[in-house]
């Protein structure tokens, strides 16, 4: 199983860019940077090259994922991707026989890993670095 990538993070990220006044319920619409800049001849990943990034793409990833893991050359491959919602469109462009498996967590488990993210020793601190709150000092949300 190739373990959290991250390929939907940097592939799919979101632009951030608002691209209509907020209506009267302050709802902003986010797309990925992707979308945003499809049209846009000098954006890398523009939908006018598709046809000359998208092949070296797919040798990429697979080029990564048989240097890490080469016996997956003999079997099916699991990528475990939190952010793979964010990719999946491209990766199923990129491999047309993948398959797919939607996964939606308890809202009550993602709470509690939100939570955890501040926590000394923290699976989060494996990537990113965040504040470490202080419980002794009182230091807690909840």
């Not at 209506?23 to 979308?35: A, F, G, S």
């Not at 793409?57 to 990528?79: E, G, S, T």
């Not at 398959?99 to 990537?127: E, H, P, Q, Y």
């Not at 990113?128 to 709150?133: E, G, H, N, T, W």
Request: one cysteine or more; proline letters at 6%.
């Amino acid at each position: 199983m190739w373990n959290e990538p991250l390929k939907g993070s940097h592939i799919g990220s979101l632009a951030g860019k608002i691209i209509n006044v907020p209506d009267e319920n302050y709802r902003i619409k986010i797309d990925r940077t992707i979308d945003v800049y499809e049209n846009e001849a000098e954006y890398f990943f523009s939908a006018a090259y598709r046809h000359v990034w998208m092949p070296y793409m797919r040798k990429m990833v697979l080029q990564r994922l048989f240097c890490q893991y080469p016996a997956c050359l003999k079997k099916p491959v699991v990528i475990k991707e939190p952010n793979g919602s964010l990719f999946a469109d491209i990766i199923l462009q990129l491999f047309p026989n993948a398959k797919t498996i939607f996964l939606v967590r308890d809202g009550r488990d993602v709470a509690a890993s939100v939570l955890d993210i501040f926590r000394k020793g923290s699976w989060a601190n494996k990537w990113m670095r965040f504040p470490v709150l202080d419980e002794e000092r009182g230091e807690m949300w909840l």
